[in-house]
């Protein structure tokens, strides 16, 4: 058996390395208990290195070890969306290193995400996330040398935007798309027209934020658009929806094969919004729909905006029981004229 390569210890089952090199420490796990390839692996970093100290080569890094940093270090309230994004794009540029990766890199995922029927200000988001990590590898993050991950950082352009005017559902419509959906998305967009809230606020909603003998749901401020908590009040069809909800996970309200639902606007509603003929109606159109109810059914404008967790003076989570009752009284409204 050949002896090992001084810098190399074994500890817990696996090789480490431990070795100085041109003023330099090398102080990291190889990941394997395997004597070559351990000793494989120090070849490389001792080169690696000495290309860098020597040659000024700076260190290559792909884009998933730069996606799995960022999801590792950012703390934002959309960072399952963002990790949604990084996720879609993986098979596409995860394997380039951070130098390879431009508009012309991006083309195939942006025509998959076309070719999947979404939008281009969808695909805009996952464009932005990526350009994000990209300026993070550039302007902030830093080697063991102090070089940047990324040397320049391309231009990420945006994609023209689609806006569309909001497309509320009407009950017919809502009927058809109901209809078409699974089970688990039928009770989120139910809940949706019911309630107005954000996608995101609505994938995580969790049991802890219920205030069951209140009848409604409150949401931290680190969850929600505007960053104050927001207490949205439950009527008999959102109430009945989170009942039947009960028991099927001890942390999610909705979840999908045990899993939370990360997002609705996936391949099942894109499916059933084409079989139901409305590819019109986007996710924030359920939202779009709770507010234009309201206000046909004679909801003030000031309890609408309470009750779409638009900013306010008047919101709090502590609303007084007169308050409360009054918001109880405008949502139930919704169920009584058979909305649903």
Not at 102 to 123: C, V, Y
Not at 297 to 311: A, I, P
Request: proline share 3%; net charge positive.
């Amino acid at each position: 058996m050949s002896k090992k390569s001084p810098g190399l210890t074994k500890r817990n089952d696996l090789w480490h390395i431990n070795k100085v090199i041109k003023g330099k420490r090398i102080y990291e796990s190889t990941g394997t208990g395997d004597l070559e390839e351990a000793e494989r692996y120090l070849a490389m970093r001792v080169n690696e290195l000495r290309g860098q100290l020597i040659y000024g080569e700076r260190k290559t890094y792909t884009f998933i070890e730069a996606a799995t940093k960022y999801l590792k270090e950012e703390d934002k309230k959309s960072l399952g969306c963002d990790a949604v994004s990084l996720t879609a794009v993986m098979p596409f540029i995860g394997e380039l290193v951070l130098e390879q990766i431009h508009m012309g890199t991006l083309q195939k995922f942006i025509a998959a995400r076309k070719q999947a029927g979404l939008k281009n200000n969808t695909i805009n988001r996952d464009l932005a996330v990526i350009r994000r990590v990209l300026t993070l590898a550039s302007r902030l993050w830093r080697d063991e040398l102090g070089n940047s991950w990324l040397g320049e950082q391309p231009l990420i352009q945006m994609l023209k935007s689609d806006n569309r005017k909001p497309y509320p559902l009407s009950e017919e419509e809502q009927g058809r798309l109901l209809g078409e959906l699974p089970e688990h998305l039928q009770a989120m967009v139910l809940f949706a027209v019911h309630t107005g809230l954000r996608e995101t606020e609505l994938t995580r909603l969790r049991w802890d934020e219920e205030k069951q003998s209140l009848g409604v749901f409150v949401l931290p401020g680190d969850r929600v658009k505007n960053g104050e908590d927001r207490v949205v009040p439950l009527n008999s069809v959102a109430k009945a929806i989170i009942d039947a909800q009960r028991g099927k996970h001890d942390e999610y309200v909705f979840t999908f094969k045990g899993e939370p639902v990360l997002r609705i606007n996936g391949h099942a509603w894109r499916k059933a919004r084409k079989r139901a003929n409305l590819s019109q109606c986007r996710v924030h159109d359920l939202r779009h729909t709770f507010g234009r109810r309201l206000k046909s059914v004679g909801v003030s404008f000031e309890n609408r905006q309470d009750l779409l967790g638009h900013k306010s003076s008047r919101i709090t989570d502590h609303y007084c029981k007169a308050e409360l009752d009054e918001l109880m009284n405008a949502v139930e409204k919704l169920s009584r004229v058979n909305l649903a």
